[in-house]
Structures are given as structure tokens and as C-alpha cells.
């Protein structure tokens, strides 16, 4: 089964807006992490937040974690028509190596 | 300077031909992964090679062969195409360790007619 699960799964917004997605999971992580995806593009990555941390910045990215409620989100903050992708959660179930990506959440920001 | 290329980009083929995907890598990572994107975005890990090694093989038909030449390279063989075959596959590539961050190819769009 899934291991990260974005919601909402589709947001629309007009640019300069703020966008909000979280992601739960199910089981212990070492990290979680944030990919875009854009248009007939592979994963971009974005942004790493290790378990120890609450809370992370990258640009106009700010990431948190709740290790307590297994649950993420990635907020983008004055958003632009480029930021229109899909956006993915991704964790490490039970510390492994392998990634497991959520549903992936489709972002769009009208001009 | 492309970090992960792939090719071909499109590849369109008939039922029950085979085929070959390559993958190559110059940013110097020992570890490198196939992915199965379906129509639906949802992305499915299929085999990771760390230095030439496979480390992780997902319950993937036999009909699909990884093949790592060296740790720049993860080539992806597929014998007797399916119509359920048809996807994206992705190759990325990441330092060794515990759940890298991961640098993506921009896929191959495979359709079977």
C-alpha cells in the first residue's frame, strides 16, 4: 500500500497566492522528502527534512514534519505560474533504501 | 550537461516485441534505479543498482531485465512487450546510503500498440 499520500490531490490558485500540500505516511522514516514533477519532465527534488527536524526553508519553500501524526507539508509561498507541476512526498518505510513516492498532488497557478 | 539522460524518449512498438531502454548517469552517484510511472502519476520502484550490484528487485515480471555495465549505466531490457507495459519508466540516480535524494531522467514513454 502507499506509504505517502498527498492531499489535496488537485489545487488551483492564482499567482501570488500561497499553496499548501501535506502528506501522511504510515510507518517510522529516516527523512522524508518533496518532488516536482513538471509537464513530460522527470522528479525534481526539492527539498529533504530528516526525522529529527521540525521544520526546514528552501527559497520560497518551507517544509514541516510531524513525526508524532506521520504528516508533512510543503508550502510554497508568492506562487507563480512555473510552480504548476505535480508535487510528491516521498519516505524511506522502516528505514530501507528504497523510496516510496505518494499519488503525487497536481498544483496549477493561473497567471 | 545533462545529469540523467535516457533513451530513446518515446518508443512505440507493437505486442510482443522486445526492447531496451538506456540510462546514463554522469554525476558520478554509485546508485541508480528503474521506476514505472502509470497513467495515473503513480510511481512504482522496479530495480536499484548500487556500484554494479542489484540491491533491490520489486515484484516485477521476469520479462524485465536490468543490466548495469559499469555504475554509470543501468540499462532496462523488456522481452515479449505487454499492452500493460505501456507506461513511463524513469531511471534515477542517487549517492549511496539511506534514501538519497534521487536525480531523474526525463523518462521514456513506452507505448505498446
Known amino acids: 500500500s502507499q506509504q505517502g499520500e498527498e492531499d489535496p490531490q488537485a489545487l488551483s490558485i492564482q499567482e501570488g497566492e500561497n499553496a499548501t500540500m501535506n502528506c501522511s505516511y504510515k510507518?517510522?522514516?529516516?527523512?522524508l522528502q518533496w518532488y516536482r514533477q513538471n509537464s513530460g519532465r522527470g522528479l525534481v527534488h526539492l527539498i529533504l527534512?530528516?526525522?529529527?527536524?521540525r521544520e526546514k526553508h528552501s527559497g520560497r519553500l518551507r517544509v514541516t514534519l510531524d513525526t508524532s501524526k506521520k504528516s508533512s507539508s510543503l508550502l510554497i509561498t508568492a506562487s507563480r505560474a512555473a510552480d504548476t507541476a505535480s508535487y510528491f512526498c516521498?519516505?524511506?518505510?522502516?528505514?530501507?533504501?528504497?523510496?516510496?513516492f505518494g499519488k503525487g498532488m497536481k498544483l496549477t497557478v493561473n497567471p | 550537461d545533462t545529469a540523467v539522460s535516457q533513451t530513446p524518449k518515446y518508443l512505440v512498438t507493437q505486442m510482443g516485441n522486445d526492447k531496451s531502454i538506456k540510462c546514463e548517469q554522469n554525476?558520478?552517484?554509485?546508485?541508480m534505479y528503474w521506476y514505472k510511472q502509470d497513467s495515473k502519476k503513480f510511481l512504482k520502484i522496479m530495480f536499484s543498482?548500487?556500484?554494479?550490484?542489484?540491491?533491490i528487485n520489486e515484484t516485477v515480471p521476469n520479462r524485465f531485465s536490468p543490466k548495469s555495465p559499469d555504475k554509470a549505466h543501468l540499462n532496462l531490457h523488456i522481452n515479449s512487450l505487454e499492452l500493460g507495459d505501456s507506461a513511463v519508466y524513469f531511471c534515477?540516480?542517487?549517492?549511496?546510503?539511506?534514501?538519497?535524494?534521487?536525480?531523474f531522467g526525463d523518462g521514456t514513454r513506452l507505448s505498446i500498440l
Open positions: 527534512i530528516r526525522s529529527n527536524e
Open positions: 534515477a540516480s542517487s549517492r549511496t546510503g539511506w534514501s538519497q535524494p534521487q536525480h
Open positions: 510507518t517510522s522514516i529516516n527523512n
Open positions: 516521498a519516505t524511506a518505510p522502516g528505514g530501507s533504501e528504497k523510496l516510496v
Open positions: 543498482y548500487n556500484n554494479k550490484e542489484l540491491i
Open positions: 554525476l558520478g552517484h554509485d546508485t
